[in-house]
T-cell receptor, first 117, second 115 residues
Framework: AQTVTQSQPEMSVQEAETVTLSCTYD???????LFWYKQPPSRQMILVIR??????QNATENRFSVNFQKAAKSFSLKISDSQLGDAAMYFC??????????????FGKGTHLIIQP | NAGVTQTPKFQVLKTGQSMTLQCAQD?????MSWYRQDPGMGLRLIHY???????DQGEVPNGYNVSRSTTEDFPLRLLSAAPSQTSVYFC??????????????FGEGSWLTVV
C-alpha cells in the first residue's frame, strides 16, 4: 500500500513571500499521479496542481509549482508571491496509474498554511 | 454546472440510527468514491465504484454500505451509526477517458455528527 507523508503540520509565511510545502511518499509502482489539493475553511477540495510520474518536467500553475524528485519520492509545492487567499490546509495525494485510478487517492495529513499580512 | 452534489450538508444522528448520504454526479463519470475526513487527517477512502453494479472496499469500509444502481448515483449508508462515524464525508467522481480524464472532482462535503 502507498503512504503519503507531510512532515509540516503548520507553516507560516509573510504575504508576498515564497513558501515551500513538503511531501514524501512511498510506493513500489513506477507509474502514478501526484496532486496537491487546497482546502479552505469551507472544506471544499480544490485541485491546485497535478504531476504525472512519467513526466520529468515539473508542473506549474501560475504561482504554484512543484519540485518532483522521483528517485527520492519527494513532491514539494512552492507558492510564490503568497496571497492572503492562499491560507488553507494543503493536502498532498497519490493515485495509482494502474486501474485508471478507480481506487481513489491516498492523502497525507495536511499542512496548515498561514499567511501573515 | 452541478458537478458532484451531496445531500444533506449537515446531519445529526443518534447512536444506532441509520441514514443514507446521497451523492449524484452529472458528468457521466464511471468512477465514484466516498471518503471521510477526521480532525488532523487527510481524506480516507471508504468505498469506491468503477461502474453501475460494481463496488469495492477502500481503507475504512467498516460500518458503511454502498450500492451503484445507476451511473449518476452512489449513496453511502450507515446502518447503525456510532460516535466514531462523526466526520465530514466527501463524494468524488472521475473518468478514465476524455479531456479531464483522471481528474477527481469532489462534492462539497456532508458534516455528520453522531451523538
Amino acid at each position: 500500500a502507498q503512504t503519503v507523508t507531510q512532515s509540516q503540520p503548520e507553516m507560516s509565511v509573510q504575504e508576498a513571500e515564497t513558501v515551500t510545502l513538503s511531501c514524501t511518499y512511498d510506493t513500489s509502482e513506477s507509474d502514478y499521479y501526484l496532486f496537491w489539493y487546497k482546502q479552505p475553511p469551507s472544506r471544499q477540495m480544490i485541485l491546485v496542481i497535478r504531476q504525472e510520474a512519467y513526466k520529468q518536467q515539473n508542473a506549474t500553475e501560475n504561482r504554484f509549482s512543484v519540485n518532483f524528485q522521483k528517485a527520492a519520492k519527494s513532491f514539494s509545492l512552492k507558492i510564490s508571491d503568497s496571497q492572503l487567499g492562499d491560507a488553507a490546509m494543503y493536502f498532498c495525494a497519490y493515485r495509482s496509474y494502474s486501474g485508471g485510478g478507480a481506487d481513489g487517492l491516498t492523502f497525507g495529513k495536511g499542512t496548515h498554511l498561514i499567511i501573515q499580512p | 454546472n452541478a458537478g458532484v452534489t451531496q445531500t444533506p450538508k449537515f446531519q445529526v444522528l443518534k447512536t444506532g440510527q441509520s441514514m443514507t448520504l446521497q451523492c449524484a454526479q452529472d458528468m457521466n463519470h464511471e468512477y465514484m468514491s466516498w471518503y471521510r475526513q477526521d480532525p488532523g487527517m487527510g481524506l480516507r477512502l471508504i468505498h469506491y465504484s468503477v461502474g453501475a453494479g460494481i463496488t469495492d472496499q477502500g481503507e475504512v469500509p467498516n460500518g458503511y454500505n454502498v450500492s451503484r444502481s445507476t451511473t449518476e448515483d452512489f449513496p453511502l449508508r450507515l446502518l447503525s451509526a456510532a460516535p466514531s462515524q462523526t466526520s465530514v464525508y466527501f463524494c468524488a467522481s472521475s473518468s478514465p477517458s476524455g479531456g479531464h480524464r483522471n481528474t477527481i472532482y469532489f462534492g462539497e462535503g456532508s458534516w455528520l455528527t453522531v451523538v
